[in-house]
């Protein structure tokens, strides 16, 4: 993020490179990914009995920190970081914190919300969509992102669903949980998936050129 001035120093004082290549994936070869679905839910600021809350930098990793104000109070959590992929890897800050504030004795109303609807879950199970397939295996969540903004408080999920999947079911099923807590969800950013036959030509082309 930022101006990338480096980068605008780097073109006018350096010869760009004729071609680039990034090597991050798993070799041999990768025949398929799962759709990743970056969605939000926000609920009133003026109804979530919290008067700031931030935490984490980005959907797709997992938070380290997060805090928030409540009551009066301010409340911390720390957890650790991991890519949003793999968000059993870390410990998720805004979840530790959310759980946190569910059980003082009068609870935001917010916090009360989230560990009902998302709790410790990393596949999303409490808002149906726990989805699974053969080929890719179950879809994973992780809540990257707390914060407040236009009068909303937010948090932002990393969505990984099977290949088989689509981001409108997964959308769906959010919308139906959500509901009834009278939160909003919404889809931020959306890159469906990729499978190719691992016997196919390609595939095997590939794996003979390795």
């Given at each position: 993020?930022?101006d ?5 120093d780097?073109c006018q ?6 071609y680039?290549?990034t090597p ?9 990914e799962?759709?990743?679905l970056?969605a939000?839910?926000a609920?009133?600021l ?7 809350a931030e935490g ?7 938070p380290d ?8 109070q301010v409340y ?15 410990v ?7 759980r ?5 004795p009068q609870?935001p109303r917010?916090?009360k ?11 999303g199970?409490?808002?149906g969509?726990?989805?699974r397939d ?6 994973s969540i992780?809540?990257?992102?707390l914060?407040v903004?236009?009068g909303?408080?937010?948090v932002y ?13 997964v959308?769906?099923n959010m ?6 807590y ?6 931020r950013?959306?890159m469906?998936?990729?499978y190719m036959?691992k016997?196919?030509?390609l595939?095997r082309?590939l794996?003979?050129a390795?």
């Amino acid at each position: 993020t930022g101006d990338w001035l480096d980068i605008k120093d780097y073109c006018q004082n350096e010869e760009l490179p004729r071609y680039g290549f990034t090597p991050d994936g798993s070799f041999p070869a990768i025949y398929g990914e799962k759709g990743i679905l970056i969605a939000g839910m926000a609920m009133p600021l003026a109804e979530s009995g919290l008067t700031v809350a931030e935490g984490g930098t980005a959907p797709n990793m997992v938070p380290d920190h997060c805090w928030a104000e409540a009551g009066g109070q301010v409340y911390t959590a720390k957890g650790r970081s991991a890519h949003g992929s793999t968000p059993g890897e870390g410990v998720n800050a805004i979840t530790a914190l959310m759980r946190t504030l569910a059980e003082l004795p009068q609870p935001p109303r917010f916090a009360k919300c989230y560990t009902e609807l998302m709790g410790d879950s990393l596949c999303g199970e409490h808002m149906g969509i726990d989805l699974r397939d053969e080929q890719s295996g179950l879809l994973s969540i992780n809540a990257g992102k707390l914060t407040v903004e236009d009068g909303e408080v937010r948090v932002y999920f990393d969505i990984r669903y099977p290949v088989t999947a689509s981001g409108e079911t997964v959308l769906e099923n959010m919308r139906r949980a959500a509901a009834p807590y009278g939160i909003r969800v919404w889809k931020r950013h959306e890159m469906r998936p990729v499978y190719m036959d691992k016997d196919g030509t390609l595939i095997r082309d590939l794996l003979s050129a390795y």
